[in-house]
């Protein structure tokens, strides 16, 4: 019975053969044993150059992949950083126009109503080209939770569960709400 003594040197060129064994097994050469060592070799450095760059592309494919998600996390942030700019771009008019009903001294009933309804305008239309829209549901329309709130369940001449009156108009933001509608609902007979 030998034994051999598991040294440095021993088990690295044991390392070295099996891995040159194992690469040369799975690139489908077969050793042969008229192949010679330069053969081995040869096969050796070019698997440590596929190796090579294989390992370059992984890394610069790895840091693209970062690159393009930091990108994106910044531009995410930027967009819920930035996204009322439009939004406070058109109620600065509407400012504009209370800041000049105020500095008008000696403004008339009749001139300060008339410059509210101009100021209302635009702010109507500044919501809308925000998405802002209107939930005001006209007497009779069949009640909707989505989209309503009741307040009270009164007797009325029409259908049950449909409104009677609206209390305060509702708002939608692109199709979400942003405030229901409160609203009387006629109760069953």
Do not use: C
């Amino acid at each position: 019975m030998s034994t051999t003594e598991n040294t440095p040197e021993t088990t690295a060129s044991t390392a070295s053969t099996d891995a040159s064994f194992e690469a040369l097994s799975s690139s489908g050469a077969q050793p042969s044993a008229g192949s010679s060592d330069g053969d081995v070799q040869l096969k050796l450095s070019q698997l440590e150059t596929k190796h090579a760059e294989v390992a370059d592309a992984y890394l610069r494919a790895k840091a693209e992949s970062e690159n393009t998600r930091r990108r994106a996390e910044e531009e995410i942030s930027k967009a819920r950083k930035f996204a009322v700019e439009s939004f406070a771009e058109s109620m600065l008019p509407v400012k504009d126009s209370l800041e000049a009903a105020i500095a008008i001294p000696a403004a008339t009933p009749e001139q300060l109503l008339e410059g509210v309804h101009a100021t209302l305008r635009q702010l109507g239309s500044a919501l809308e080209r925000s998405k802002v829209m209107e939930i005001n549901p006209l007497a009779g329309t069949k009640f909707d939770p989505h989209q309503h709130q009741a307040i009270s369940v009164v007797p009325a001449e029409q259908e049950a569960n449909t409104v009677v009156t609206v209390l305060q108009k509702g708002y939608l933001i692109a199709d979400r709400v942003l405030r229901p509608a409160l609203v009387t609902v006629a109760a069953a007979k």
